[in-house]
C-alpha cells in the first residue's frame, strides 16, 4: 500500500490550480480539533449510541446554512454536492407532479451523469445553451424549451465553468411563469459576496459543503445539502433527516430530534420517496464550526478574496503569448477558462509539463467543452498568494517559450 500511495503526487507536493469540484481553501485549526472528538468522529448515522450534542451541533449548522442561504429549512447532509442536486430536482418532480427538468448546458460530466442515474425513470433530463462568449445561461433557448411538462429549472451559480450566473432571478421568474420551480445549486463561499438563493426568488437551493472548513482529503470530502422554504409541500418532500428544536419531559427544557420522521425511508421503508441511508452528518458540523468562526463579515472577506485573486490570475494568464484568458466574458467568482489553443500545445502537453516543475494546472476542459478549443479550468482562492500566481506565470512562460 505505501509503494501505490508514494506513486501519488498530491496537493500537497505541488502548488495547485485545480478546482472543478473539489477546492483548495483554508481550513481553519477548529475545524479538525472539532470533527476529530469522538463523540462526533466515530458516531454512526442510525444511532445506536446516546446524543452527545449531535443533533444540537446540526441544528446549528442548519440554522447558520439557512441565513447564509436566505432559506427556512436545510437538511443534514446527503452523500454530496451531486447527489443533493439529484434529490432537489426529484423533489420538484413530486411536488409539481411534472416529469421533466431543464439543467445548464454547462453542468460537469460528473454531476450531470449523478442526476442522470439518480432520476431515471422518474424525470427526463433536458439541457439548456449556454451563450459561447459569456458562458451565461441561453434565455433564448431556456424559453424554448420551458413546457407545461416542466418540473423545475437547475440553475448553477456560479456555473461549472466559473461563471456568476447574473440572470439568476430572470431565469427564476421565467421558470414560475411556466408553473415549473426554480432550483438553485450554489458554492456556499460565494453567498458573502453574492445574493442569497431564498432573495432571488429560488424554491430549492442545494450545493456541497466541501469550501466550508472541508479539506480535499483526494476528492473525498464532500457533503450535500438541500434547503427550501418552511412550506409543508417543500417539506414533506425532503427524504433526508431534518432537525429541529422540540419540547422535553421536563417543562421549559428543549432537546433537539427529527422533524417529520414518517417522510424518511427509516419510517416507511419501501414505501418512502426515496432511500436515505448513511449520512455525511461529521461534514455538515464541520461546515457549522466554520460558520460560526468565520461570521457574515469572514464570509464577505472570504468571497472577496477568491475574485480579487481570480481576476488577478486571470489577467496575467492572458498577457501570455497565444493565451486566451479568460476564455469567457462573464464574472468568475474563483474560476475561470484559460484558452491554450493559439499557443499550438495542447492542455494535456501544458498541463504534464508544469507538473514535472511541482504545480498542477487546471482540469483539462477540451473534451468536456471542445467548442473552448484547449481550454483548462483554472481555480484560484484564498488559499493561493500573489507569489503562487506569479510562479504560474513563470513557470508557464518557460513551458511555452
Not at 439568476?168 to 432550483?183: D, N, Q, S, Y
Not at 432537525?243 to 418512502?272: C, I, K, M, N, P
Not at 484558452?339 to 504545480?359: K, M, Y
Request: hydrophobic share 40%; glycine share 12%.
Amino acid at each position: 500500500m505505501e509503494g501505490l500511495l508514494a506513486r501519488n503526487t498530491s496537493t500537497a507536493d505541488a502548488l495547485s490550480f485545480l478546482g472543478a469540484g473539489c477546492y483548495p481553501h483554508v481550513v481553519p485549526a477548529v475545524c479538525d480539533e472539532i470533527n476529530a472528538r469522538s463523540e462526533f468522529l466515530t458516531a454512526y448515522g442510525g444511532e445506536p449510541y446516546e446524543d452527545h450534542g449531535r443533533f444540537q451541533a446540526l441544528f446549528e449548522y442548519a440554522s447558520m446554512m439557512g441565513e447564509l442561504l436566505g432559506m427556512d429549512v436545510v437538511s443534514i447532509p446527503t452523500f454530496d454536492g451531486a447527489q443533493a442536486s439529484a434529490t432537489a430536482l426529484r423533489m420538484a418532480g413530486r411536488i409539481t407532479g411534472r416529469g421533466r427538468v431543464l439543467v445548464p448546458g454547462t453542468t460537469s460530466p460528473q454531476r450531470r451523469s449523478v442526476i442522470d442515474n439518480y432520476v431515471r425513470g422518474a424525470l427526463e433530463v433536458v439541457p439548456v445553451a449556454y451563450e459561447r462568449d459569456s458562458g451565461l445561461l441561453d434565455l433564448a433557448d431556456l424559453r424554448a424549451k420551458l413546457t407545461p411538462d416542466t418540473a423545475a429549472v437547475l440553475v448553477e451559480n456560479p456555473t461549472f465553468l466559473g461563471i456568476i450566473e447574473e440572470q439568476a432571478p430572470a431565469i427564476a421568474e421565467l421558470a414560475h411563469a411556466r408553473g415549473a420551480l426554480a432550483v438553485a445549486c450554489v458554492d456556499p463561499s460565494s453567498l458573502g459576496v453574492l445574493e442569497a438563493p431564498g432573495s432571488c426568488g429560488f424554491d430549492i437551493a442545494c450545493g456541497d459543503l466541501q469550501p466550508l472548513g472541508i479539506h480535499m482529503y483526494f476528492g473525498g470530502g464532500h457533503g450535500g445539502f438541500i434547503a427550501t422554504p418552511d412550506e409543508p409541500r417543500f417539506v414533506a418532500e425532503y427524504p433526508s433527516r431534518l432537525f429541529g428544536l422540540t419540547d422535553t419531559a421536563v417543562e421549559g427544557e428543549y432537546g433537539f430530534g427529527d422533524v417529520a420522521w414518517e417522510r424518511t425511508s427509516f419510517h416507511g421503508r419501501e414505501e418512502g420517496k426515496e432511500f436515505v441511508g448513511t449520512a455525511a452528518a461529521l461534514w455538515g458540523i464541520t461546515a457549522g464550526v466554520y460558520l460560526a468562526l468565520m461570521g457574515p463579515q469572514g464570509m464577505a472577506e472570504l468571497g472577496e478574496t477568491c475574485m480579487r485573486l481570480a481576476r488577478y490570475a486571470a489577467g496575467r494568464l492572458g498577457s501570455l503569448p497565444g493565451v486566451r484568458s479568460p476564455r469567457l466574458s462573464g464574472i468568475p467568482f474563483k474560476e475561470f477558462a484559460v484558452d491554450f489553443s493559439g499557443t499550438g500545445r495542447t492542455v494535456q502537453e501544458i498541463n504534464a509539463a508544469l507538473l514535472e516543475r511541482g504545480i498542477f494546472g487546471g482540469a483539462d476542459l477540451s473534451e468536456s467543452f471542445p467548442a473552448l478549443g484547449q481550454s483548462a479550468l483554472y481555480c484560484v482562492t484564498e488559499a493561493h498568494t500573489r507569489a503562487d500566481i506569479d510562479r504560474l506565470i513563470d513557470t508557464l512562460a518557460e513551458v511555452l517559450r
